[in-house]
RNA sequence: GGGAGCGUGGUCUAGCUUGGUAUGAUUCUGCGUUUGGGACGCAGAGAUCGCGUGUUCGAAUCACGCCGCUCCCA
C-alpha cells in the first residue's frame, strides 16, 4: 500500500495541511510565484465553469445582462463614498507608474467596482424608462492579503461576479436583494450540494456603504463559518454621492435605489472543505469536470481488445446523453493505480470494465462518495448512469445537511457559548440591543455574528454578554 | 499584529553539528513483461544546493543580510 502517495494526512487531524495538499495534489490549482496568488488548472478552471454557467442561465432568465468593466479605478472615484473607502483602503493595491514616469491620479486595482459602475450608470440613466437597470460582471477583484493566505479562501486575487441593479423605488430594489439571494442558495444548493444558511448580516459585520446585507453561510468541517456569497441593499447610499438620477413619470428628478451582490470561487473553497475525505476530492456531479471515468481492465490481449472495445461504445452512448466521460487507456499504469487517482480527484462515478464483468453482460459501478460497489447490467446503463449521477448529487446534500443540523446548537449563557465554540459548532445565542456586547464577543472568543436568520428575533432572553433583554438571537460561529 | 518551522533534480528527501566528488526514493524517456485496490526488470534523463556578500586553498555545510513558502495564535 504506497500509502505516502496522495494524500498524506487526515482530514481530521490536520484539517490545514489536508486543504492544501487536497487542493494541489488534485491538480485544480497551483500557487503563483507571487505570494497571495494561486493558478487555475484546467480541473480547477472546469468547475468554476460550470457554476458560472448555472448562474448566467438564471441571470439571464431574470433579465440580467453580462458587461465589462477595467480592472482600474482612479482613487478620486473609489475616495467617493467615504465609509466605503475607508473599508477597502487598507487592502487595496496602488498602481503608482507607468514605466519610469509617475502617474498623475493614483490607480487602485478595483477591490470592489460600486464606484466605477455607478459613475457610468449616472451617465446611462436619464429616466424611469431607463429602470431597471441589472447588469452582471464576470471578473476578478484584488485585495491584498499578506499574511495567512489560503487557496480559494483567501488570495490577493478572485474570480468572482458582482451583480449591479438600479431601481426605481425601495420596494423593487428590496425584492432584488432577496431574490438574488433565494437564486444563489438555489444554486449552491443544486450544483455543489452544500447546505447554507441564509439571513441578514449584522450592522458591524455588512458590507461598508450597504443599508443592509444579506447573506448565505456554511458552516466548514474545521469548525469556522465560511460566507458563500452575499447580496446588498445599498439604498441610495450611492446613488447620491455618484448622482445616479432619474426623471420618474410626474418628470421629478429623483435618486435610484441600488443593490449590488456576488459569488466568488470561495464557493469551490466550500464544496472542497465540505465534501473531501481522507483520499482527496469529492466532487459533486454537477460540477464534476469528468462525471464518469471509465476503466477497462484486461489480462489478454484478446480481452484487450474485445474491452477497449466496449468501453468505447459506452463512452459514446454516454456522450450522447451530455455527460462528461472519459475512459482511462494509460497502458503503463494498472487498475488499482487509476482508482486511487481518479479518487483523489474525486470523480463522482467510475465504471470499471473486466473480464468478468463482461461473461454477464455487466460492469461495476463504484461511488466516490460512500465507496460502494455493484454490478450493472450493460443494457439500460445510459439512463442509470443519469440516476445514479443525481442520487449521489442528493446522498451528498443530504449527507452535509445532517452534519450542519447536528453542528448547529442553541445557548442561553456566555460560558456555554465558548464551551461550545471550542468544539466548532455555528451557535444561536440572544443578544441585546447594545452593538458594544457584539464588538466584545468577538474581542474576548473571536466569533461574530455570522447570520441573523428570519425568525431570530428573540425579546425573551437575556444577553449571554450583559445579561439585559435580548432583542434578537443570531448565529454566531468563527469565520474565514 | 505575535510566534514556529522550512527552502537541495519535476516531487519528497539524506548530507550541515565536525567545510573537501551531493544520498536515496519517486517522477520522466525507451524496451520488455504486467494489469479486479497504488506491478516489475534493464537502460537512460534530470541539481549553477532560494539569492547576495563575507571567511577560506576550497562553502549545500560557517557568518551576516535579503527573498520566498507553510503552519499556529490574535
Redesign the pocket.
Known amino acids: 500500500?504506497?500509502?505516502?502517495?496522495?494524500?498524506t494526512v487526515k482530514k481530521t487531524e490536520?484539517?490545514?495541511?489536508w486543504?492544501?495538499q487536497t487542493v494541489i495534489k488534485s491538480e485544480l490549482v497551483d500557487?503563483?510565484?507571487?505570494?497571495?496568488?494561486?493558478v487555475l488548472r484546467p480541473d480547477g478552471y472546469s468547475i468554476w465553469e460550470s457554476i458560472k454557467s448555472s448562474l448566467d442561465t438564471k441571470f439571464a432568465a431574470t433579465g440580467h445582462r453580462n458587461g465589462f468593466l477595467p480592472t482600474l479605478i482612479p482613487e478620486s472615484l473609489l475616495s467617493k463614498e467615504k465609509d466605503h473607502f475607508a473599508g477597502f483602503n487598507p487592502e487595496v493595491f496602488w498602481v503608482t507608474k507607468s514605466g519610469d514616469g509617475d502617474l498623475g491620479d493614483r490607480l487602485a486595482l478595483r477591490p470592489t467596482s460600486e464606484t466605477l459602475a455607478y459613475t457610468l450608470f449616472s451617465k446611462w440613466i436619464r429616466s424611469w424608462r431607463d429602470l431597471p437597470l441589472k447588469i452582471n460582471f464576470w471578473n476578478t477583484a484584488l485585495r491584498a492579503e499578506?499574511?495567512?493566505?489560503?487557496?480559494f479562501l483567501r488570495t490577493s486575487e478572485f474570480l468572482w461576479q458582482e451583480g449591479h441593479t438600479v431601481h426605481m423605488d425601495k420596494e423593487e430594489a428590496e425584492k432584488e436583494v432577496t431574490d438574488i439571494l433565494a437564486l444563489y442558495k438555489k444554486t449552491v444548493e443544486e450544483e455543489l450540494a452544500i447546505p447554507v444558511i441564509t439571513g441578514k448580516k449584522s450592522e458591524k459585520e455588512k458590507f461598508v456603504g450597504a443599508v443592509y446585507t444579506l447573506t448565505m453561510e456554511s458552516l466548514m468541517p474545521?469548525g469556522k463559518a465560511l460566507q458563500m456569497g452575499t447580496s446588498h441593499f445599498l439604498g441610495q447610499n450611492f446613488s447620491k454621492p455618484f448622482d445616479v438620477k432619474f426623471a420618474d413619470k410626474e418628470n421629478i428628478e429623483s435618486y435610484a435605489w441600488q443593490t449590488s451582490w456576488g459569488v466568488s470561487w470561495r464557493l469551490i473553497g466550500g464544496m472542497i472543505m465540505i465534501h473531501g475525505d481522507d483520499?482527496?476530492l469529492v466532487l459533486p456531479p454537477r460540477v464534476a469536470p469528468i462525471q464518469v471515468i471509465i476503466?477497462p481492465?484486461?489480462?489478454?490481449?484478446e480481452d484487450?481488445e474485445k474491452?477497449q472495445k466496449v468501453s468505447q461504445e459506452i463512452e459514446e452512448k454516454l456522450k450522447i446523453e451530455k455527460i462528461r466521460v472519459q475512459v482511462d487507456n494509460r497502458?503503463?499504469?494498472?487498475?488499482?493505480?487509476?482508482?486511487?487517482?481518479w479518487?483523489?480527484k474525486g470523480i463522482p462515478l467510475?465504471i470499471?470494465?473486466?473480464?468478468?464483468?463482461?461473461?454477464q453482460n455487466k460492469?461495476?459501478f463504484?461511488r466516490r462518495h460512500n465507496?460502494q460497489?455493484d454490478d450493472q447490467e450493460i443494457e439500460g446503463l445510459v439512463n442509470r448512469v443519469l440516476t445514479e449521477l443525481d442520487k449521489i448529487h442528493d446522498d451528498m446534500f443530504a449527507d452535509a445537511g445532517k452534519i450542519l443540523e447536528e453542528k448547529t446548537v442553541e445557548v442561553s449563557n456566555y460560558d456555554d457559548f465558548k464551551t461550545e465554540l471550542e468544539k466548532g459548532r455555528l451557535i444561536k445565542a440572544p443578544i441585546c440591543n447594545n452593538p458594544e456586547c457584539e464588538e466584545k464577543i468577538k474581542?474576548?472568543?473571536?466569533a461574530d455574528v455570522r447570520v441573523i436568520t428570519d425568525d431570530a428575533e428573540d425579546t425573551n432572553s437575556k444577553c449571554i454578554k450583559c445579561s439585559d433583554q435580548s432583542v434578537i438571537k443570531p448565529l454566531f460561529a468563527?469565520g474565514y
Open positions: 500500500m504506497g500509502k505516502e502517495i496522495g494524500i490536520d484539517f490545514s495541511e486543504y492544501t500557487y503563483a510565484p507571487v505570494k497571495g496568488l494561486i499578506i499574511k495567512a493566505t489560503k487557496p474545521d483520499k482527496g476503466i481492465i484486461y489480462y489478454s490481449d484487450k474491452i497502458e503503463q499504469l494498472t487498475p488499482g493505480f487509476k482508482f486511487n487517482d479518487e483523489m467510475r470499471e470494465i473486466g473480464p468478468k464483468d463482461l461473461e460492469v461495476t463504484a465507496r460497489k474581542e474576548e472568543t473571536s468563527r
